[in-house]
């Protein structure tokens, strides 16, 4: 699997999330509204979900393992990185 596409939509409200991002897989998938979040240790990512019945949160869409998961985070982080250092 390779990430072929990183777009990154800055948020401009005030708040934790700061960016949207979509990636396109092998240049055939699309996963769009991957938030950036910026938490108490820092930023990192939540993936596409809906909210259930029983108020809970639940991924719509996400990696199978945790090094998955790894790669595609610092990805965005590295794009958000530098479209941020770019505004400045």
């Not at 938030?35 to 909210?51: H, N, Q, T």
């Not at 610092?74 to 400045?88: F, G, N, V």
Request: hydrophobic share 40%.
């Amino acid at each position: 699997m390779q990430i072929t596409d990183i777009r990154i939509r800055r948020v401009d409200k005030e708040g934790k999330m700061k960016a949207v991002a979509s990636i396109t897989i092998d240049e055939e998938f699309v996963v769009h509204d991957i938030k950036v979040i910026d938490g108490d240790k820092g930023l990192f990512i939540a993936m596409p979900s809906r909210k259930a019945a029983d108020g809970e949160y639940r991924d719509i869409a996400h990696p199978i393992n945790s090094d998955t998961r790894n790669k595609i985070q610092q990805m965005i982080l590295d794009r958000y990185e530098q479209e941020a250092s770019a505004e400045e």
